[in-house]
């Protein structure tokens, strides 16, 4: 006998419903009904009368079977970034977002008893206004990808003239770009590439392949291979130029260093928000997604408030939702429904717990220890690191003699993860999760290499 | 069952303040290890303790329902309890890896993805599955990819339009509107099913997909759902099945076996994942087997998978499909794993561990990617939990005591309901009174009112979704609090709530003058 049932001798059904066999009698006889399957409106033609095969499982089983399945993954360090950092959860960013008037709460259709969530997600705008000097942040993106490709799309809306070229980088992640070109494909938007020059942007190829079509110029900060780019006033001055939008990737913790976005002159901000508040969850992600007051109406995505109560009160309330689906359909500024509010939240606790101090100190690790780690690998025999001589951020792309993938899986083999970006070149990420495995990949490279 | 909330109202002190009202400090950037044209000048942020911050969010929880808080009757939105050992799971630092993990590296997690499916297949009637949609208005823009790729590749360029009945959900309408398709509406019939007059009249050479809910949003069965698709699919077009509403049929009716071509699966609500206020939530995509070339990529499959073993269970499936026949008992899942490796396994299901080795693959003609990732992992890892705790029975008892609860629950209230039989979900109409205004009072009543003014079919709509967690001590509490309301006097709504940590706020000035950060603040 399993912990299913309630009552010995009951049959196995959802765990999760209150009833008892009498009370469902009753709940039936009120509604007129001999059976729950007299309910079910379904024609005989289409109705389903087979198994799934799956088995029920007590609870204890359950987790026994996750965690065994779980348990086959491999226990490896992971200098994996490339977009996806893992920076260390504080312990009360899981206690307090776990807390069940957040966890078990939904869209804040009625703010009167919502007024806690509401705030946070105001706190969590706020904090992103902070650190970009934009003005208006929105709480509802997927990730990183989604959040460039709805960049796109509000380019098209803002324009004061037809555009139908975005324009990135020759070498943003693959998987960005591919979510971006099917956000473009609606529009009917073009996903170009300009050139970069040892991983920033090749300022004369952008102005080449800059013209008055391009809606858009998207540029990375730090960029896909570490390096932190120097030339954002300039390639926002070219974006300006021919009347493009200037969208920035980055993230919170970037943000806290590095330029501000507002002073080079950007329009839109993307990125990966999760890097504070969410782990590295296979790629769970929160899209942070910042823009310029003139935009707020094309926004996508929910918006919170602040607002007066009947006493006068400031309270927070969703807001400006003509924009949305639920109210404007097929002429809303995107499909974006409810989706990673908790996400925000996790991140709001984050930063709020770090503060500036640490959220900077934070920031300066990611460069140092990227720096100090890279000096290290320089001096194995067979390796150079950095390849590109930048200030990086978190990463590096390191160039070996052997060939990248048998160095990758020698290095998986001795319990280190890194990608294999090239040929002959693998990336490191570290970060302050990982800072203290250093010495170990320092000495399993030095094997492997 | 009044729910109690920190009555700031009454008590000026009790009043939480911004994190930036108790205090903000700039620090510089003067000291950093980067030259100054690379960084900014200094940062302003709150500065607090965490003792502070433990405060600060535990009293801000305080002021917000959730499930567990009281009944949260929300339409469509499927609010039902969330098992507290999925929150374990996701929670598993075994769980947590980076993304670009090689695969050999990341088995446990495969497992989990493939497994998981494998279930929905089933529960879908679906010949394959992606998981990768991060929400499901996500797996709404990728079906609409996968049905326009699907149309594309057979040449039928043609196709322009996507048909969403007037009961849909707003997202259909915005998805295939993000996908460049034109969307034509249709007027529900006087019952409140779809017209299939008005369909046929509206398909053509310029349809691509019909976008259909069923149950609707009224929680009616569409049950003309095979001439529904009969007239959809000689027309040429694809039929997509909106997965919203799912938690009404879990093993009473497959959308493969009505025809639907497509579908999404809202994990969140279906399969019992938190909603966190609002995401995150996972929005898989199910497909039929002449569409699952066109999945996002990647996907996870089996790795060395005799050729034999793969097409025996493809075309079975395939063939279950085809004739809409369902077996009278499927195979289980332990059961078809194992034929294809039967000697190399060797471990029991309850701990998992099989030698079964999983990969990432690209389908062939792939739309690409409506996610950077893997979509939202660990919302997938509690819906497998859930799934894998239920089973067959549980699943079909979930959505039994669903559809009585709501039955129950309409039976009940004092305000008309239009329409019927209906499922998991009804929409009563306030009639002369103001919907919005009877959501309000409800919230004096400590419970939390059912969405409003939609589906607008229905004047003054409230739109009510008990779910099967509810018990009948607390759905009688509920009709209590309908009942209430409707015997009030207009004033009495029109000033509520009076009892709740905020009064009625004046929406419309806030959106007047938006407010959206504390630098807007006085």
């Known amino acids: 006998m399993t912990d299913h049932s309630r009552a010995a001798g009951e049959s196995r059904g959802t765990p999760y419903a209150p009833h008892t066999p009498e009370t469902t009698a009753a709940m039936l006889s009120a509604v007129g009904a001999d059976s729950e399957d007299d309910l079910f409106d379904i024609p005989e033609p289409v109705a389903f009368d087979g198994e799934f095969g799956i088995e029920a499982r007590s609870e204890r089983a359950t987790r026994r079977h996750v965690e065994g399945l779980l348990g086959r993954n491999d226990d490896l360090t992971e200098f994996l970034g490339r977009g996806h950092y893992d920076h260390y959860v504080p312990a009360v960013v899981d206690d307090l977002a776990s807390r069940s008037e957040f966890l078990t709460s939904y869209t804040q259709y009625q703010p009167e008893v919502a007024q806690g969530f509401l705030q946070a997600l105001f706190e969590y705008q706020s904090m992103l206004v902070e650190l970009t000097g934009l003005d208006v942040a929105n709480c509802s993106m997927y990730d990183a990808a989604t959040a460039l490709g709805e960049a796109a799309t509000l380019s098209q809306r803002v324009r004061s003239v037809s555009g139908d070229r975005v324009l990135v980088p020759d070498a943003l992640r693959e998987g960005k770009r591919a979510v971006l070109e099917n956000y473009a494909d609606g529009p ?73 976005p507002a002073s080079v002159g950007a329009d839109v901000v993307v990125g990966e928000a999760g890097t504070l508040g969410v782990p590295a969850a296979y790629g769970t992600g929160h899209g942070l997604f910042v823009t310029r007051e003139d935009y707020l109406r094309q926004v996508p995505g929910r918006l919170v408030g602040a607002a007066e109560d009947e006493s006068g009160r400031r309270t927070y309330t969703l807001t400006l939702q003509t924009r949305e689906q639920h109210i404007r359909r097929e002429r809303a500024t ?13 991140t709001a606790i984050h930063a709020a717990w770090l503060g500036p101090d640490g959220l900077l100190d934070l920031a300066e690790s990611c460069v140092t220890e ?66 203290d495995d250093a010495d170990g990949l320092v000495a399993a490279v030095e094997e492997v290499a | 069952m009044h729910y109690d909330q920190a009555r700031w109202t009454e008590d000026e002190d009790r009043y ?56 949260f009757p929300l339409g469509s939105c499927t609010m039902k309890y969330n098992p507290k050992f999925t929150e374990a799971l996701a929670g598993d630092a075994r769980a947590a890896l980076h993304p670009d993990r090689p695969e050999e590296t990341a088995q446990g997690t495969l497992a989990v993805m493939h497994r998981l499916q494998d279930c929905l297949g089933r529960i879908g009637g679906m010949d394959a599955v992606s998981l990768q949609p991060p929400a499901g208005a996500a797996g709404e823009f990728a079906g609409i990819l996968v049905a326009k790729a699907y149309h594309e590749e057979n040449s039928d360029d043609e196709r322009s339009e996507v048909i969403v009945p007037d009961s849909a959900h707003g997202t259909n309408f915005a998805s295939a509107a993000m996908a460049g398709y034109d969307v ?70 497959r959308p493969g076996d009505m025809g639907f071509d497509i579908m999404h699966f809202n994990l969140h609500k279906t399969f019992a994942t938190p909603h966190g206020g609002g995401g995150p939530g996972a929005g898989p995509i199910g497909v039929t087997e002449e569409l ?43 059961e078809s794993e194992r034929e294809p490796s039967e000697a190399r396994r060797h471990a029991s299901r309850e701990d998992g561990d099989s030698s079964e ?37 549980g699943l079909r008892d979930a959505s039994a005591k669903a559809v009585l609860n709501a039955n129950y629950l309409a039976e009940q209230v004092d305000f008309e309901v239009p329409f019927g039989p209906f499922h998991h979900e009804f929409v009563a109409s306030a009639g002369d009174r103001d919907a919005a205004d009877v959501a309000k009072r409800m919230l004096d009543y400590g419970v939390h009112p059912p969405t409003t003014k939609w589906p607008e079919i229905v004047p003054e709509a409230l739109m009510t979704e008990p779910t099967e967690a509810e018990s009948k001590r607390t759905l009688d509490q509920l009709a209590d609090a309908f009942d209430a309301v409707a015997a009030e006097d207009d004033e009495t709504l029109a000033t509520a709530p009076q009892s709740t940590a905020a009064r009625r706020i004046d929406q419309v000035a806030a959106a007047r003058e938006p407010r959206l950060s504390w630098r807007s603040l006085d």
């Open chain 2, 292 to 334: 699952a070339e066109f999945l996002p990529r990647p996907q996870v499959r089996e790795a060395e998978r005799s050729e034999a073993s793969d097409g025996a269970s493809g075309s079975e499936r395939s063939e279950r499909h085809a004739s809409h026949e369902t077996p009278t008992a499927g195979r289980s899942l332990e």
């Open chain 1, 370 to 435: 990227a720096r100090d780690l890279a000096e290290r690998l320089d001096v194995v025999e067979g390796v150079r690191a950095p390849v590109h001589d930048r200030h990086h951020f978190r990463e590096f792309v390191a160039r070996t003699d052997r060939p990248a993938e048998a160095v990758r899986a020698d290095l998986a083999e001795a319990g280190y993860a890194v990608h294999a970006v090239g040929e002959h070149e693998i990336q490191v990420c570290v970060t302050e999760t990982t800072a």
């Open chain 2, 357 to 393: 080795e999983y990969e990432l693959f690209e389908p062939e003609h792939s739309i690409g990617k409506v996610h950077g990732f893997q979509g939202n992992w660990q919302v997938l890892l509690r819906a497998y939990g859930y799934i894998a705790r239920l089973g067959d029975e």
């Open chain 2, 16 to 71: 939480e303040p911004l994190l930036s009202e108790k205090d903000a400090t700039a620090v510089s950037t003067d000291d950093s290890p980067l030259p100054d044209d690379l960084t900014r000048d200094s940062l302003e942020l709150p500065a607090l303790s965490e003792p502070e911050l433990a405060r600060h969010y535990t009293r801000l929880s305080q002021a917000n329902y959730g499930v567990d808080s009281g009944p």
């Open chain 1, 188 to 260: 009917g938007v073009a996903v170009e590439t300009y050139p970069t020059d040892d991983a920033n942007a090749d300022l004369d190829g952008l102005e080449a392949a800059l013209d008055d079509d391009v809606a858009m110029v998207y540029a990375e900060n730090p960029t896909v291979r570490g390096t932190i780019e120097e030339n954002l006033g300039e390639i926002g001055d070219l974006a300006d130029d021919h009347d493009a939008l200037f969208c920035l990737g980055t993230d919170p913790v970037a943000l806290a260093l590095l330029s501000e």
């Open chain 1, 334 to 346: 995107s499909n974006i429904c409810t989706n990673q509010a908790w996400l925000a939240l996790r």
């Open chain 2, 184 to 253: 034509v509406e249709l007027a529900s019939d006087d019952d409140g099913r779809l017209d299939l007059a008005a369909l046929e009249a509206a398909v053509g050479d310029e349809t691509a997909a019909l976008m259909l809910t069923n149950p609707n949003t009224l929680g009616l069965f569409e049950r003309d759902i095979e001439a529904i698709a009969d007239v959809v699919h000689d027309a040429g077009g694809l039929l997509y099945y909106d997965g919203a509403n799912l938690n009404a049929l879990l093993g009473r009716a």
